[in-house]
T-cell receptor, first 111, second 114 residues
Framework: GEDVEQSLFLSVREGDSSVINCTYT??????LYWYKQEPGAGLQLLTY?????DMKQDQRLTVLLNKKDKHLSLRIADTQTGDSAIYFC???????????FGTGTRLTVIP | DGGITQSPKYLFRKEGQNVTLSCEQN?????MYWYRQDPGQGLRLIYY???????QKGDIAEGYSVSREKKESFPLTVTSAQKNPTAFYLC?????????????FGNGTRLTVT
């Protein structure tokens, strides 16, 4: 089965790094995604990583994948107030079209 | 510009009434999805459709119905049988034949039933 878990809240000061964590249980995951949701809006794809990779960097975003521990993290460098949002991790399993989402982590950036 | 349009953004209904949420995409995507979002919970799949004239139930289909008569459109009806319909509803689409096919989302419809 599928179970994707995230902590619900994270607060950081502007300029610090944020690290949002996610754990999943299904070892057949192929792709893992990070989405951002601003208030009252839909989900915006931030980045993704293929399950045979362990790291991906995209400007201020770094994704780390520990496949052995089924742990995924998203690091945001130099966090800005505009980064305040809910961040969802999601996994896509082999043969499935749908994604399975975590509960979302609400990131609050303190000026 | 390609995208997914959900309308209306806000919808208010009285208990006992059916209501239909619109979702249109011009991305030429084959598959479309409806999710429900409640505070503190992840997205839960209501229905999905991989091709025109075909759709499957998701994890929480009870009290909902859908149709897929056109590739571009996937309306969701919230019926009076849905016990707790107040929520934020998100429509998404993708092209599943591609290995990496992330979901593209609309901006959501917030439904309030009183």
């Amino acid at each position: 089965g599928e179970d994707v878990e995230q902590s619900l809240f994270l607060s950081v000061r502007e300029g610090d790094s944020s690290v949002i964590n996610c754990t999943y249980t299904d070892s057949s995951s192929t792709y893992l995604y990070w989405y951002k949701q601003e208030p009252g809006a839909g989900l915006q794809l931030l980045t993704y990583i293929f399950s045979n990779m362990d790291m991906k960097q995209d400007q201020r975003l770094t994704v780390l994948l520990n496949k052995k521990d089924k742990h995924l993290s998203l690091r945001i460098a130099d966090t800005q107030t505009g980064d305040s949002a809910i961040y969802f991790c999601a996994e896509k399993q082999t043969g499935a079209n749908n994604l399975f989402f975590g509960t979302g982590t609400r990131l609050t950036v303190i000026p | 510009d390609g995208g997914i349009t959900q309308s209306p953004k806000y919808l208010f209904r009285k208990e006992g009434q059916n209501v239909t949420l619109s979702c249109e995409q011009n991305l030429n995507h084959d598959a479309m999805y409806w999710y429900r979002q409640d505070p503190g919970q992840g997205l839960r799949l209501i229905y999905y459709s991989q091709i025109v004239n075909d759709f499957q139930k998701g994890d929480i289909a009870e009290g909902y119905s859908v149709s897929r008569e056109k590739k571009e459109s996937f309306p969701l009806t919230v019926t009076s049988a849905q016990k707790n319909p107040t929520a934020f509803y998100l429509c998404a689409s993708n092209t599943p034949v591609q290995h990496n096919s992330p979901l593209h989302f609309g901006n959501g419809t917030r439904l309030t039933v009183t």
